[in-house]
C-alpha cells in the first residue's frame, strides 16, 4: 500500500493537479478564491483518503500477521512504525503460535531492543520454536539481562532451544567460553552435551576445519574436544543421542575426512529416524560434496522416500549428475524412478527439454518414462511459466500406442484366443493397459490431463458401463487422428482378435507363435514373468528355492521397501511364490499390483495350516493381514464370529490398521489354508504403494457395507451367515 502510495498517487497527483490548475484557471476562467474552494475541498477528501490507506495498511499488516506469508514479510516489516508495531507487540503477547513465530521474524527488521520485554517473556512459552527465536533475537541486540533464564534452558527438551541457550550464555554469561563449553562436554546428559557441540561447530570448531568470522572464536583443542563429542555421540547406544548427532551434523563441514566418517556411520545405522535425520541434515550444509552420496541413498529401499525429499531442494546443484542416473541403463531401477521426482520442485525449461528428450530416448524402459510422464504432466498442470506447446508429442503416443498393441496381440495369442483368466495372462494385459496409460500421459502435454485420466481410470474399471462412458469421453475429447489409436484397443465392445489384427495391421506386429512368445518372455531378466513363461510352456512346475539375499535382488528394484533385511529370513520354494502371488492377484487388497510386485509380496509372506476351530499366529503387535487360500476363516470376538473370509478374500482386523491391541481372534472355522503378512511389512508396503491404499479402502468398503446389510462385498458378505450361526452353536 504505502509503495503505491509514495510512487503512482504521490507523484501522479502533483501531475494531474497541475493539469486542473490549468483547467480551472484558463478553461474555466475561475478566479483565486474559486480555485482555493476546489484546493481546500480536495485536500480534505486526500486527508479522509490518507487516515483510510493508513487504517488499512494497519488491517493488512494485521491480516498477514494472520496468514503468515513469508514473502511478504520483509516488505511489511520495512513499513512498521509505532502505531503498527503495537499490532505486532499484542500478537507476540497472544496465544497463537504460528503468528508469534511471524512476528518475531518481523521485529528482526525492526527496533527489535524495543521488544525486549516481550522477547524475554516468551522465553517460558510452551512452543519451543517460539523460545528458541525469542532467544536468538535477545542475542542478536546483545540483551545481557537474561543470562539466569538462558541457563535454565540448558536442560530444556528440545535440542534447538538448548543450542540457542548455550550460544547466548557462551557470548553473555561467562567470561570463559571454552571452559564453559568443555564442563558441558562432560556432562551426562546427551542433550547437554548435543548443545555444547553444536555451538563449537558454529563458532570455529567444524569438523576439522576453522571459522575467523564468528562473534567468539574458540582455542583448537576445544574445536578438537568437540568433534572428538559428536563422533563419539554417533555411537551411542542410546537413540536418543544418534538422533541428536545425526541433526548436528547440519554444522559439520562434510568435506573432511572425519565429517565423511561420521555422517557414513549415521547413514548406516539400524534405526530410520536417526538415517532421516542424517539426510535432512545433509542437504542443509552449505557444500554440495556430500549430495552425491545422498543419490546413492536412493537404492536403500528404508531411506528412498527420505532422500527424494532431501535432495529436492538441491537439485540445481547435481541436475548432471541427476540425469546421468536417470539415463544411465546400470543404474538401479528404483533410483532411476526416483530422479524424475526430485527433479519436479525445481525444475526449469532447460530440465523439463532434458526430461522429454529423456523420454524420446530408445533405451529408456517404461517404468521410468511413466515416471517422467507424471513429472512432466503436474509441471503443466502447475507451472505456467514453463512451455510445452513446442514438443511434438504424436511420435511418443506413437511409441506408447505400438507397445500397447503389441501386448494386446501377445495376450490374444498366449491366451490362444480366451481372454485373460492366468496369472501370465493378466500381466501381459497389464503391461498393455500401462503402455495405453502412457500414451494417455503423452497427450496430457498438450490436452487437459484431468480429463484424460478420468477417462483411463474408466476404462480400466470392473463395471462394463464406466467402460463404455470411458471410451465415449476419449472419443469426444480427441481429434481424430488421436482418438482411433486407441480403439480396438481400449474399446471394450472390441475383442482380443481384433486389438491382435490392428496390431499386425496398423504397427507390423510380428506374426509370433505362443511358443516363440512364451520363449521371449523365459528369457526376460526377474523371476515372475520368466517362470510364468516356463510353467505355460512346458506345463511343469518351476524347481528351485531363492535365498534371502537372491530374493532381494531379483525383486528389490519391483517392490522396493518391503523386502528389506528384517522381512525375509527364510528361503523361499519358486513356485510357492508363484502360487501365492496368483492367490494376492484376485483380492481387493492387492489386486492393481504389477505381477512383479505380487511375487514381491508373496516371499514375505507365511503360509498357516489350520484345523478347524484352531487360531492363526500373532504378530509381534499381536495382529496379521490373512488371506485365505483354503476353507474359511473368521474374526471371532467374545465366541462371536464378527466377519469372515473364504478363498481369494481378506481378512483385516481393525488393530492391525491403526497398532491398538487386537479385539477379535482369527479362527479357522473349517480346515483352512492362510497366507499372512506382518504389519510392519504393510505399511512399508502402503508408503510405497498407493494402489496398495486404494485396494484397502475397496476392501474396507465392502467390510462395513457387510455390516450394515447392503449385500455381499469381499469378505464382509459372509458376516451376516456367520453371525447366525454362531447364535445356533
Known sequence: VKPLVDLAVYRGGTGIGGILLLVFTNGLG??????????????????????????????????????????????????????????????????????IVYS?????????????????????????????????????????????????????PDLDVRVAAMDYVCRFGTDDPDQELLDALDDEAYGVRAAAIAVILRHGGRVDATSESEPFHLQERVGDRGADALEALSGEEDLEARVYAARLMVEADLGSERGKRVMNLLLEDPDDSVRHAALQAATQTPGADFLPVLVDRLEVPRDRNAAVRALQRRAPEIRDLLFSKLCDPDAPLQQRLSIPKILRETADQAAVDSLVETLAARGTPGQVRFEILKTLGKLRRDRLDLDFEAYDVDPLVEREAREAYLWARRVHVVSEGKG?????????????????????????????????????????????????????????????????????????????????????????????????????????????????????????????????????????????????????????????????????????????????ELAGIASLMDEERLKEGEAAALDGDGSRLLVVVKGRVGAREDDRVVRSAGPGEVLVDPGFLDGRPSGTDSVALEESVVLSLPRLAFQRLLEERFTVVRGLLTHLGSVLRGERGEGPGGDAGSHRREKAGAAAD
Open 30 to 99: 475561475m478566479g483565486m478564491r474559486g480555485v482555493a474552494v476546489i484546493a481546500a475541498g480536495l485536500i480534505g477528501l486526500w486527508v479522509l483518503a490518507t487516515f483510510r490507506m493508513k487504517r488499512e495498511f494497519k488491517d493488512s499488516v494485521k491480516r498477514l500477521i494472520g496468514i503468515r506469508d513469508v514473502s511478504l514479510r520483509d516488505l511489511i516489516a520495512q513499513r512498521v512504525d509505532e502505531s503498527t508495531s503495537e499490532g505486532l507487540r499484542r500478537t507476540l503477547q497472544g496465544e497463537d503460535e504460528d503468528e
Open 104 to 156: 518475531l521474524g518481523l521485529v528482526r527488521h525492526h527496533d527489535m531492543a524495543a521488544f525486549a520485554g516481550e522477547l524475554r517473556e516468551l522465553l517460558h512459552h510452551e512452543s519451543p520454536d517460539v523460545r528458541t527465536v525469542a532467544l536468538m533475537n535477545l542475542a542478536e541486540i546483545e540483551d545481557r539481562s537474561s543470562v539466569p533464564e538462558a541457563r535454565a534452558l540448558l536442560v530444556d
Open 420 to 596: 485373460t483368466a492366468t496369472f501370465l495372462e493378466r500381466i501381459l494385459q497389464q503391461r498393455m493397459e500401462e503402455a495405453a496409460e502412457r500414451a494417455f500421459r503423452s497427450l496430457g502435454l498438450h490436452h487437459e490431463l484431468e480429463d484424460l485420466e478420468a477417462a483411463f481410470a474408466a476404462l480400466r474399471s470392473r463395471d462394463e458401463l464406466t467402460r463404455q462412458r470411458g471410451f465415449e469421453l476419449v472419443d469426444n475429447a480427441l481429434p481424430r487422428r488421436q482418438r482411433i489409436v486407441f480403439d480396438p484397443l481400449l474399446n471394450p465392445d472390441k475383442s482380443w482378435k481384433e486389438r491382435s489384427a490392428a496390431a499386425e495391421e496398423r504397427f507390423g506386429a510380428p506374426p509370433e507363435t505362443r511358443e516363440e512368445i512364451l520363449r521371449t518372455l523365459m528369457d526376460e531378466d526377474g523371476l515372475c514373468v520368466s517362470s510364468l513363461a516356463q510353467l505355460a510352456l512346458t506345463g511343469e512346475p518351476v524347481e528351485g528355492v531363492l535365498t534371502p539375499r537372491e530374493l532381494r535382488e531379483q525383486m528389490a528394484s519391483r517392490i522396493s521397501l518391503v523386502l528389506d533385511e528384517p522381512y525375509i529370513e527364510e528361503a523361499v520354494r519358486i513356485m510357492d511364490i508363484l502360487e501365492r502371488a496368483d492367490v494376492l492377484r484376485k483380492t481387493d487388497v492387492f489386486r492393481e499390483l504389477r505381477g512383479e
